[in-house]
């Protein structure tokens, strides 16, 4: 499957912003789809994942902030990002694989798709 990231921007401490992940060659439904960030000069980080089965996973740091879902009528899937901070200035991936088992759900080298990243920066 290919992805496309979109939606990144400049925003201010405590507005909000949505990611968008186009998917195209397959469908979504039956893959785990997930967001990483890769802040500058640190290492790539798990954000959110939803599996194919509804489920949805957050990295404590965005817990109660962010919100990943599944339009499987677009095939699309989206981040949303409420009460931003400066900390979550980075560039967003989406990737998604149809073989994720739930212990390597936070783990980037399990995707098999990755959209290129679209960069959010957060200014204070």
């Known amino acids: 499957v290919q992805l496309q990231a979109s939606g990144g921007g400049l925003v201010q401490a405590g507005d909000s912003l949505t990611l968008s992940c186009a998917a195209s060659g397959r469908s979504f439904s039956r893959q785990t789809i997930a967001w990483f960030r890769q802040a500058s000069g640190k290492e790539r980080e798990f954000v959110a994942a939803r599996r194919w089965n509804g489920y949805t996973y957050y990295a404590d740091s965005v817990k109660g902030r962010f919100t990943i879902s599944l339009d499987n009528a677009k095939n699309t899937g989206s981040l949303l990002m409420n009460n931003l901070r400066p900390e979550d200035t980075a560039v967003y991936y989406c990737?998604?694989?149809?073989?994720?088992?739930?212990?390597?759900?936070?783990?980037?080298?399990?995707?098999?798709?990755w959209g290129q990243g679209t960069l959010v920066t957060v200014s204070s």
């Open positions: 990737a998604a694989d149809p073989s994720i088992i739930l212990s390597s759900i936070r783990v980037s080298h399990s995707y098999g798709s």
